[in-house]
């Protein structure tokens, strides 16, 4: 009998927008003044301690199991209680995270290719045509498509690091080669890549041969560990701090030259989260700004240009989610029903949390020795149109 009160109790403070709320034994309350723009339907009673012991766990995997409906948008929803101050998202009696966690190199390749190798099929169906599984950079706004963002990120990474041609690269957590094909296509650098994804892998290869580029790219089946001392002009990495873990970062952030590092960070301090680790990036890790900064300094690396691209990333995970919506009976064909919801509430969740600032996804552009030396003095050379 005392589960409702506390669902009430919790849930009329979570929301900065109007929710109306159906329980288990068909009974409606509205949480917020006006008419909801959401409504939440709990089919099945979740024990309240499940929520109150890890929240994100115990409501993802009701959402998936068709215990928990939504109805209306759930990236307005989640978004809603990252911006309400008194949210159980928030409040830190709810906020429970999983206990520390590994990175070595074999949990590192085990958690890469439980993500990645779902199978390019898959992602074809929802990630634009350079196959680019990251934040993209809208040059104007809203009006760009996918595909043209995707390809503005790779250039404005790149300019950043102001290349000269003959130069090396290593790209570490390559992704399926967009940005280290460009750089040696478009920028007349030899470059290297490095993925644990079997099937990046291959696709990869097979672009190199496809564009003639033996003599000039190569890409490595391999930890980023195993380099070794090899030494590169320029380093890049898109999207590895969230696989890397906390522990990692000092030795991760050791490139040689200058390295821009492109990756999701928690302004308010690093974090893990459950449902994500569990079902979707497990070993996933979100470093806090402090974090990453200490360990820049720690490897004796100084920063010479930072840059947040938050809206960025919330812009291209709600195309991402559009075109997998577009696609969705084709991925509940090859998935079935219980992922294809998982991946919605994964994608809108993201959204939600860039939307309200909850993550943030930061450029570091990284310089051995006194920041900047070898770079222009103004920001003015990133900008250059290609």
């Known amino acids: ?3 409702k009160p506390l669902y009430k109790m919790m849930l009329s403070h979570s929301f900065n927008i109007p929710v109306k709320v159906t329980y288990w034994d068909g009974k409606s309350e509205v949480y917020g003044n006006g008419t909801p723009e959401v409504e939440v339907i709990f089919n099945k009673k979740i024990p309240f301690k499940d929520i109150t012991s890890n929240a994100s766990l115990a409501l993802g995997e009701a959402y998936m199991n068709k215990d928990l409906e939504i109805k209306g948008s759930i990236q307005q929803l989640i978004e809603a209680a990252y911006e309400s101050s008194q949210s159980f998202m928030r409040a830190s009696k709810f906020r429970k995270f999983l206990p520390k966690q590994k990175h070595t190199e074999k949990q590192s390749q085990e958690d890469i290719q439980s993500h990645y190798d779902i199978g390019n099929d898959f992602y074809k169906l929802w990630l634009d045509p350079t196959m680019t599984y990251s934040c993209a950079y809208f040059t104007n706004g809203n009006t760009d498509d996918l595909e043209a963002a995707q390809i503005a990120k790779v250039h404005h990474i790149l300019q950043k690091l102001d290349p000269k041609p003959g130069k090396t690269l290593l790209d570490i957590g390559c992704g399926w080669g967009t940005l280290m094909l460009t750089a040696a296509k478009e920028y007349g650098l030899k470059v290297t890549g490095v993925t644990l994804s079997q099937e990046q892998f291959d696709l990869v290869n097979k672009k190199i041969k496809d564009m003639g580029l033996e003599d000039q790219a190569e890409v490595l089946l391999e930890d980023y560990r195993e380099l070794g001392n090899r030494d590169f002009d320029y380093v890049t990495s898109v999207g590895m701090f969230e696989h890397v873990g906390s522990e990692n970062l ?28 569990k079902y979707i990036f497990p070993g996933g890790y979100i470093p806090g700004l402090v974090e990453i900064v200490s360990r820049i300094e720690e490897a004796d690396l100084q920063i010479a240009d930072m840059e947040m691209l938050r809206r960025h990333y919330q812009r291209t995970l709600e195309i991402w989610d559009k075109n997998f919506n577009d696609h969705r009976s084709e991925v509940e064909g090859m998935m079935g029903e219980r992922f294809a919801r998982m991946w919605d509430m994964y994608l809108q969740a993201c959204a939600a949390s860039f939307e309200s600032g909850n993550i943030d996804v930061i450029q570091y552009l990284l310089t051995k020795g ?4 070898s770079l222009p003095m103004t920001r003015q050379y990133m900008l250059n149109d290609r």
């Open 1 to 3: 009998m005392l589960e």
């Open 250 to 277: 000092g030795e991760y952030l050791k490139p040689h030259g200058i390295a821009l590092i492109h990756g999701i960070t928690r302004q308010q301090g690093g974090a893990t989260n459950a449902w994500i680790n």
């Open 370 to 373: 006194p920041s900047g030396k």
